[in-house]
Structures are given as C-alpha cells and as structure tokens.
C-alpha cells in the first residue's frame, strides 16, 4: 500500500480542510512529520489508520475523540484517502459517528470505498462492506497493520514483544499458510472419523460372535482370543454330535411312515370303489326317471327337421317382400326430383338474353388487356433507367472530391518528421547508465561505512587503551591493597608464635620477629578500588568485543568496497561522479522515453496513412465504376426513344381496373354455364331413373305374389302351421344339438349299467374298511417322523450358522487388527500437525518458522548495522510450558555478554532498533517471495528521541539507504539531526484557530 493523497477536514486539531499530495514524493523513500508537541503530528497517521480502518493508530485514542473542537458546527468530520497497491488505485471517503448542528440525532459512521477504472466507481457503500474488502485487498487487519507497517506512539513494540499466537496469525495472513493449517485440521478430522470407524469395527466383531445366540457367548466375548478359540472348538463338536443322532433317529421314522402310508392307500381304494358304486346306482335311478323328457326332445327333433326342409321359402318369400317396399319408396322420391330440376331449368333458360351482353363486354375488357400488355413494359423500362442515370450522376459527384486530403498530407508530413527523428540509433542506452549509477552509489554507500567505520574503530581503539591505562593503574593499587592484606597476616601469626613449638606454615621451632612497619589501611577506599576494577574489567571486554566486531565490519566493507569497485571507472571523486552519472541518466532516460513515444506515434501515424490513402484508392475506382455505368445508362436511354404520354402508374391503375372486371364477368358467364349444364344433365338422369324404378316394381310385385301361393304349399305338406313353424324356426339351426344331447343321454344309460355291473364283481365278498383309524395312525407317525426332520434341519442349521459366524468373525478380526493399525499411523500424524510432539510445534507453526528465520535473517542485517553487532535476534527453540504454543518467540543475544535474553528486557532505545529491523526484515522477505500482501510504506510514530547519537546515526543511515528499495517511510519526530538529514516534511504548524499542514519538498 503507497498513499497517493490524504485530505482531512474538521478532524482532531484541524478545523478546515488540509490536503497531503505525496505524488509530489516522486524520487524520494523518506518524510519528516514535525511540529510541536499537541500540533497533530500523530493525528495525521490517525487519518490513515482512521480512513483503512475506521479506528486510530494507537490504542489510547477512539475514533469518537475526532471530531475537531476548532470546527464550525456545520462542517462535517471527513477523511478522503486515496492509495495506490498492486497497480490499483483505490479510495476511502469516512465520516466518523459526530454530532448534529441541529438535531440531537448524530450523523452516523459512513464509510464509501470506491476504485479507479476511467473514473472513481463505488466498491462498497456500507461500513461492514468497506471493512471486509480493505482487509481482502490489503490482505491485513487493523492489528496487522499496527505492527507491520505502523510504529504508533508508545506501541512500536508489538510485533517485537508478540507472543506465538500473535506472530502466527500476522505470517498466517502474510504468506497464506492457510493450506498448511487445513492440511492438519483435515487430518485431525480423518484421526475423529477414523477412529470411529475402529471403534465400530470392534463393536462389530464382537456384535458378529454374539450372533451365535449362546448363553455363554456374552462372557466369551470378553475373554483372550485363545479361550474363545478353545470354546468355540467345543462347541462346534457338541452341534455335530447332536446333528448324527438325529440323522438316525430320522431314518427309524422315515421307515414306519412308509408301511402306514402303504395301508392307508389300499384303505383309501377299497373305499373309493364302495362310493363308486353308490353313485353309480343313483345315477341309473336318475336316468330311469328323465326318459319322458328324452320322449318329448326325439318329437321336437322331428318337427325342425321338417321346418329346416321349408326354411329357404319362407326366407324367399321376406326377401320379395322388402324389395316391393324399398321400390315403391325409390319411385316416389324419384319422382319429385325430378319435378324440381324441370322447374330449375325453366328458370335458367329466362336468364340467356342478359348473359350475351356480359359476353360482349367480356371480349372488349381483353382486346383493351392486350395493347396495355405491349406498352407497360417499355414505359416501365425507361422510366428505372431514367432514376437510376439520376442516383449515378449524384454519386459520382459526391465522389469527385476527397474530403480527407488535407489531413492525409498532414499526416504524411509528421511522419517525415518523426521518421527523421528516430533514424539515428542512441549512442548509449539508459539502462547502462541506471546500472552504472547503481553501482556508484552502491560505492558511495560502502565508502561512507568504510571512513564511519574506521573513525569509530579509531575511537574505540583510543578509548580502548585509555580504559587499560585505568584498568592497569587500579590493578597496581588493588594490588598494593592485597601487599598490605599479607603483611597484617604475617605480623598477627608472628605475635602467636610461641618459642620451641612448630610453626604452622614452615614449621621452624625458633622464631625470629621481623620488625613491621606501620599500615594504614582505608577500607572505604580498598572497597572503592575493587569495585572500579570490575567496572574497568568489564568495560575492557566490551571494549575488546567492540573493536573485533568493529574491525571484522571494516574489513568486510573493505572487502565489498573493493569487489564493487573492480569494475567501475571514476574520473573524479566518487559525489561528482555519482552527481553527473545521476543527471546523465536521468536525461538518458528522458531522451529514451522521448523516442519511445515518437517511435510508437510513428507506428500509430504510418498505419492511419496507410487506412486514409486506401480510402481514397477505394474512393477513386468507385467513381470510375460509376461513371463507366452512367455512360452505358445514358446509351441504353436513347434506344428506347422519346416515351409516350401516358405515364407508367395511369396505365397500370386502367390494368388493374380492367382486370377486375374481367374476373367478375368471366366468373358470372362461367357460373351460369356451369348451373345450366349441371341441370341439364340431372334433369336426363333423374328421368331414366324413374322409368327404370317403376318397371323393377312392377315385376317384384308379381314374384312376391307366385312365392306366397308357394309358401302355402309346403305348409300343407309338412303337416306345420304357420303358427308352429313361427314358434320353433329359432331351433332349426339347434337340432345338430338336440340330436347329440338325446344320444349322449342313452350312451350315458348304457355305460352306467356296464360300470355298475364291474364293480360288483370287484365288492364280492369284501368289508368296508376303516379308513378314519388309517389316517389317524398315519398322522401320528408323520408327526414324530416331522419332529425328528425339524430337530435335524435345527441342529444342521445351528451347526452351519457356527461356522459361518465363526468365519466372518475371523474375517472381521482381522480387518479390525489392520484398522488398529491404520490408525495409530493416522493418529501420529495428526497429533504431529497439532502440535502434540516435543516441541509443541504445529504443522503450519513449522511452515512459518521457515519464513520466519527468513525475516530474523534480514532483520539482522539492519539490527547489525544499527547496533554496531552487538545484538542479534533469535526464535527461541525451547519449548514453553503447559499448553502454551512455541516456536515463533523471539530472543536477543548480546555480543557483549554472550548470553541471550528476552526481548521484553531490551531498553526503550534497543527495543525501537529491534523493532525498526524486524518491520524492515519482514518487508524484505515479502517482496522476495512475491506475496500477495504490499508492504510499500513504512510509518513510524516517535521513537528516535529514545536513541543516543551513534545508534541516530546508524538508524538514519538505514532508513536512507531504502531508497534504494523503492519503499516509502514516514517518521514524526522532534530529533533536529533527522530533520536535518531528510529533504521532504510535513510541517504542522498550531495556532488558536487549529492546525494547519505545509508539505515542503527541498
């Protein structure tokens, strides 16, 4: 994110609109923000902060305090910010929750967000929406912000002092390891799921062996596996002896079963012909009985056959009968009809004399139909040709001219120009001066730490020695102190030193006392000098430390100075040097961009001359078309001659009307030709139509009277009456019938004597069985035989279902015992992402510490540089206490002591380089590895007042070598020195009325 312009109304200190164009930052990395104290430096990093976010850069203000107590009432709290990220532009307009002039109701929290696509277009109109997408676009919340690209006031510590969790969440949303997160998410959900899926395969399996339905299965099932074997062993044997002795037991039934069923059988025969013969002798009683009704079917039979024989008469004589009928209907109808069509052609003929007029009229309309016939083509001709000479001769007179002759001579005259001016190849190119000019001030960069270098390595090398001079001389004193210590010593043991006994340190028996000089001794003092030699001895380790470290920084400068150098020619000083190559550049890359754009206007000129002069070529030759066909028009008009008097549309008005008329008649005469002849010719027919009818009836009538005496005739031969042969001719056709029925009856008589005669034959001296007791004895003995086949299918069921369970319980145990398996291995892995290992490290913390040690290692390079390699940032790669998360804690060793520490114990001072270097590692490693969040700018509130001259000196340094990376850092400060050393500020200055902001660009 890089701001392009900031505009600030009624808001904290400033009561009128103030505007910040930073597009007049072109070319510079670096601005001062400063004023006095209470001007509303910090207030314009809460507009920002206030515009992305809707709340204030530090935790001790609220975006409720911002409405400015300077403003008018009627002037509304607003901030316009507009940014630039990622080659989008973007805008925010918010107006904070602020009081009314008027009514008690305040004016709401509004927020607009709009983006740049030919003009500002709204993206979102609603505070939540405005919220959501700048977080979506700068891809990092309001506590992000603060501690990447924001140092507040008194807060710029936070990303320094962040805990695990913090830092997780702030390289969770840099570097998007989203995925690494899921990745152990979902494999913590497959360990939940799986392990259900265990635990269900086991239940299963004992569910499997609980299916044999045995009193003592439920305990087995909780007993070893080698137990459950053995039982089920045992049982397997039981159900196979108790399946054999039911096989015998079924066999002794099967027998018996067969002997009763053998009787039952003959019983049940003997029986069968005893009812047999019952029936037999009924059906002759019954038969006896019908014989009279048989007497009456043998007379009726004889009756139909004589009315079959006379049948065909009587059908002829129906026949005759409706023929006379339908005749004498058709011959009155007949005969009506035709009445009618005389009366119609009566009248037709009355209609003739009015028809020749219309016949007459007929043959005029088509005489006058033919000589318009031959003049309407001609007339029609020339008057297309005449219309058509008129559009060519305007055409090709609106062509005559080509309207775009002067701009096509203008064009092709700048192009001469332009071709003139990018003929001639650059003698040198600009990229060649940029990566010269790179390199110079690379130089410059190294020639300015080589001589900061060497001046500090002289002054800790002077102050070096004058700390050993010291040291030396309260060494020579301390030790004078630690002389006087032994002479007290020896003079006490020399008073307690008895004649003839052993000393204890020579262990002499004569004892000769030196004479001792008086000591004076000043313990105050003798405290005082130890205390400055451990003072001294410490400073001296540090000051040793300082000169290694400031040496081994020299020589490597040295080093990279001279490799640098190697393939740079200089013909002046290294600042002149850079100064000219600087403008040379510039005006190299002036000159390229010049030509750049003739070359791309010259391109853009030769194709609009190419499209004009194909416009007028196109022009041309459709004149010349045109003229060639105005020409051949005007020929073809005088072949036709002078034209008639008449117009075209007058002739053919009179051949419509003509026409119609003519349809009309000819649709009359043909009408009426039509209805006469179809008259005529009805008329003829109906009449042979008549006289054909009445002929036809006159002979049926004399056949229906000779087949009536005839029907009489046969009557009187078959002995019928008309009466009875009416009641029985329904029969006639159902006498084959009778005839079967009455001689099925007495083959019937017949066969039933012949069966009744056999079965006594068979009955002669037999009793009738007992057949209820036969059955009842077969029944008792199918029961048991039942019994015996049910307790077997049991038993044999019992026995295969044994082994069928016992077979898929195998099978399940061991499929469970692979699942077991499985998920001990799931179970690892997902333990292992969550972070439940030695070291309490996620599978995405592991991720981030990757990138992390990344930002620790560029950010070293700065801390490096600004505390002269006394400290050095390090991930703490103990692992916490408890359930706390580790692995992202940070930890500072000092050269000095050689010992790390917590960062929390860095004063205000170290904590702000510390802090200063990991916001500039972190922005590095970003833009390395191209990641989707923009870390442009760097704003930084306050914090170089806690810093003593060198390390001011080495911060600035720093932040003015960044130019180089193109980033854009704003800094409030009260520190002259960094005033000084920046040329672009913005100036706050106070008064009564409120603030005002100057930005000065020197």
């Known amino acids: 994110?890089?701001?392009?312009?900031?505009?600030?109304?009624?808001?904290?200190?400033?009561?009128?609109?103030?505007?910040?164009?930073?597009?007049?930052?072109?070319?510079?990395?670096?601005?001062?923000?400063?004023?006095?104290?209470?001007?509303?430096?910090?207030?314009?990093?809460?507009?920002?902060?206030?515009?992305?976010?809707?709340?204030?850069?530090?935790?001790?203000?609220?975006?409720?305090?911002?409405?400015?107590?300077?403003?008018?009432?009627?002037?509304?709290?607003?901030?316009?910010?507009?940014?630039?990220?990622?080659?989008?532009?973007?805008?925010?307009?918010?107006?904070?929750?602020?009081?009314?002039?008027?009514?008690?109701?305040?004016?709401?929290?509004?927020?607009?967000?709009?983006?740049?696509?030919?003009?500002?277009?709204?993206?979102?109109?609603?505070?939540n929406e405005v919220q959501e997408n700048i977080e979506s676009i700068l891809q990092l919340s309001y506590e992000q912000f603060s501690q990447i690209l924001l140092l507040p006031q008194n807060q710029f510590r936070q990303l320094l002092d962040s805990n695990s969790n913090e830092k997780q969440q702030i390289l969770q949303s840099i570097f998007k390891t989203e995925a690494y997160r899921a990745f152990q998410e979902k494999w913590g959900e497959r360990y939940s799921g799986y392990r259900k899926q265990v635990e269900w395969a086991v239940e299963r399996t004992r569910l499997k062996l609980l299916e044999l339905e045995d009193e003592a299965v439920e305990d087995m099932s909780m007993r070893p596996i080698e137990e459950i074997h053995r039982w089920l062993g045992e049982r397997e044997e039981r159900l196979i002896a108790t399946c054999d002795a039911l096989v015998n037991q079924k066999k002794i039934h099967a027998k018996t079963l067969d002997q009763a069923r053998d009787e039952l059988e003959q019983a049940k025969s003997l029986v069968s012909l005893f009812k047999e013969q019952e029936?037999?002798?009924?059906?002759?009683?019954?038969?006896s009985k019908e014989e009279p009704v048989r007497d009456e079917k043998r007379k009726l039979l004889q009756n139909l056959e004589s009315a079959a024989s006379i049948r065909p008469v009587f059908e002829r004589l129906q026949e005759l009968e409706n023929h006379v009928r339908r005749l004498t209907v058709e011959e009155k109808t007949s005969s009506k009809r035709f009445e009618q069509l005389k009366t119609t052609q009566s009248k037709l003929l009355d209609q003739q004399s009015a028809l020749e007029t219309d016949k007459k009229e007929i043959q005029s309309i088509q005489d006058r139909l033919r000589v318009l016939d031959e003049m309407i083509p001609k007339i029609k001709e020339r008057a297309m040709i005449m219309t058509r000479r008129d559009e060519l001769a305007n055409r090709a007179k609106e062509l005559a001219d080509f309207k775009q002759a002067t701009r096509l001579q203008e064009l092709q005259e700048r192009e001469r120009q332009l071709a003139e001016s990018v003929a001639s190849e650059p003698s040198e190119r600009a990229v060649d001066a940029e990566r010269h000019v790179d390199k110079l001030i690379q130089l410059s960069t190294l020639e300015s730490k080589v001589a900061r270098l060497t001046k500090q390595l002289a002054e800790h090398e002077h102050a070096g020695k004058e700390i050993h001079r010291q040291h030396a001389a309260v060494q020579d004193e301390v030790s004078t102190y630690k002389h006087q210590d032994q002479l007290m010593l020896a003079r006490q043991l020399s008073e307690t030193l008895i004649d003839g006994e052993p000393c204890p340190v020579c262990g002499s028996r004569h004892h000769e006392v030196p004479q001792h000089e008086e000591i004076f001794e000043n313990a105050a003092e003798r405290e005082a000098a130890l205390v400055r030699l451990d003072e001294l001895s410490t400073r001296l380790i540090e000051a040793r430390a300082d000169y290694r470290s400031l040496h081994q920084q020299l020589e490597s400068a040295r080093e990279e100075f001279e490799e640098v150098a190697k393939g740079v020619q200089m013909n002046g000083p290294l600042t002149e040097e850079l100064n000219t190559w600087r403008t040379h550049a510039e005006m190299l890359q002036r000159e390229e961009r010049i030509r750049h754009e003739n070359e791309r206007t010259l391109r853009q000129l030769s194709a609009d001359i190419r499209q004009l002069e194909q416009a007028r070529r196109r022009q041309f030759?459709?004149?010349?078309?045109?003229?060639?066909?105005?020409?051949?028009?005007?020929?073809?008009?005088?072949?036709?001659?002078?034209?008639?008097?008449t117009t075209f549309d007058a002739l053919q008005r009179e051949r419509v009307d003509l026409q119609q008329r003519l349809s009309i008649l000819l649709k009359r005469v043909e009408a009426y030709d039509l209805e006469f002849e179809a008259v005529k010719k009805s008329l003829w027919k109906e009449e042979e139509r008549l006289a054909l009818t009445r002929e036809q009836l006159t002979d049926a009538t004399e056949q229906h009277e000779t087949q009536e005496t005839i029907w009489t005739n046969q009557l009187e031969v078959t002995q019928l009456t008309i009466e009875r042969y009416t009641e029985i001719a329904h029969q006639i056709d159902e006498r084959a019938m009778i005839r079967e029925q009455v001689q099925r009856e007495e083959e019937n008589g017949i066969r039933l004597r012949h069966r009744k005669q056999l079965i006594e034959e068979k009955l002669e001296n037999v009793e009738r069985p007992d057949l209820e007791q036969s059955?009842?004895?077969?029944?008792?003995?199918?029961?048991?035989?039942?019994?015996?086949?049910?307790?077997?299918?049991?038993?044999?069921?019992?026995?295969?279902?044994?082994?069928?369970?016992?077979?898929?319980?195998?099978?399940?145990?061991?499929?469970?015992?692979?699942?077991?398996?499985?998920?001990?291995?799931?179970?690892?892995?997902?333990?292992?992402?969550?972070?439940?290992?030695?070291?309490?490290?996620?599978?995405?913390?592991?991720?981030?510490?990757?990138?992390?040690?990344?930002?620790?290692?560029?950010?070293?390079?700065?801390?490096?540089?600004?505390?002269?390699g006394q400290f050095r940032l390090e991930r703490k790669v103990e692992t916490a206490k408890g359930n706390a998360k580790s692995g992202l804690e940070l930890l500072v060793f000092d050269a000095y002591t050689g010992q790390s520490r917590r960062v929390q114990n860095l004063s205000g001072g170290e904590g702000f380089k510390a802090s200063l270097a990991l916001a500039l590692g972190l922005a590095e490693v970003v833009q390395q590895l191209s990641g989707g969040v923009s870390l442009e700018t760097m704003l930084i509130d306050e914090g170089f007042g806690t810093l003593d001259a060198e390390s001011l000196d080495q911060a600035i340094e720093l932040l003015v070598s960044l130019q180089a990376t193109g980033r854009l850092v704003g800094v409030i400060s009260h520190v002259q020195e960094l005033k000084d050393r920046v040329d672009a500020r913005i100036e706050v200055k106070k008064s009564r009325s409120g603030s005002s902001i100057q930005l000065i660009v020197e």
């Open 621 to 645: 030759e459709e004149r010349e078309q045109i003229l060639t066909e105005l020409e051949a028009t005007q020929q073809r008009l005088h072949a036709l001659g002078q034209g008639e008097e």
């Open 279 to 287: 029936e037999t002798v009924r059906a002759l009683d019954l038969y």
């Open 1 to 127: 994110m890089r701001p392009v312009e900031l505009m600030i109304q009624a808001f904290g200190p400033y009561a009128e609109r103030e505007t910040i164009d930073f597009t007049r930052l072109v070319g510079r990395s670096m601005f001062i923000v400063s004023g006095r104290t209470g001007a509303g430096k910090t207030t314009i990093f809460d507009a920002m902060t206030f515009a992305l976010y809707g709340r204030a850069s530090g935790a001790l203000r609220n975006a409720s305090d911002f409405r400015s107590q300077y403003a008018n009432p009627e002037t509304r709290t607003e901030v316009d910010f507009s940014f630039t990220i990622r080659g989008d532009r973007y805008r925010i307009v918010r107006q904070p929750q602020q009081p009314h002039p008027k009514n008690k109701t305040p004016y709401p929290h509004e927020a607009t967000l709009y983006e740049w696509e030919d003009g500002w277009k709204p993206l979102a109109t609603k505070v």
């Open 775 to 868: 059955e009842r004895k077969l029944r008792e003995i199918s029961m048991l035989y039942e019994q015996a086949s049910e307790q077997l299918v049991t038993a044999q069921d019992a026995s295969n279902r044994h082994r069928q369970i016992v077979s898929e319980w195998e099978a399940l145990r061991e499929d469970t015992a692979l699942e077991e398996s499985k998920l001990q291995t799931i179970k690892l892995i997902a333990d292992t992402g969550k972070g439940i290992n030695p070291q309490k490290m996620t599978f995405e913390t592991y991720v981030q510490t990757a990138f992390f040690d990344q930002i620790l290692h560029a950010a070293n390079i700065h801390l490096d540089q600004m505390t002269s």
